[in-house]
């Protein structure tokens, strides 16, 4: 049994450590009410493998991974070991990394995907 409070984990490369890349995805979560915990792994360096071992250590069970080439997925521990719900990359902008942190928050509140344009 977990004792840690309820929150979506976000684990990213150190090298996104106090990043304005970190802030607009938890901003995203944050502008859905949804706890994180952004959390520094650098034991993979696959941005699914980092949202699987996020979804599988948050009592939420929604997990994002961010990894040091700048890929992004969302996860949850249901889907299968090698899909993402949403994937992405730091390229997209600001606004997009926003959505896809608001997307994370929308899935654990059981509520429709914003659109990433």
Known sequence: MSLSSPAVHLFHHSRWQDTHVLDELCWGLEEQGVPYRAI???DHD???ALGQLAAKSSTLRVGLGLNNA???ALTHVQLPED?????????????????LGANAGQLVKVLPFSEIT
């Open 46 to 48: 696959c941005a699914l």
């Open 40 to 42: 520094c792994c650098d």
């Open 70 to 72: 700048g890929d992004i």
């Open 83 to 99: 899909r993402a719900l949403i994937r992405g990359h730091i390229r997209a902008g600001a606004a997009r990394l926003r959505v």
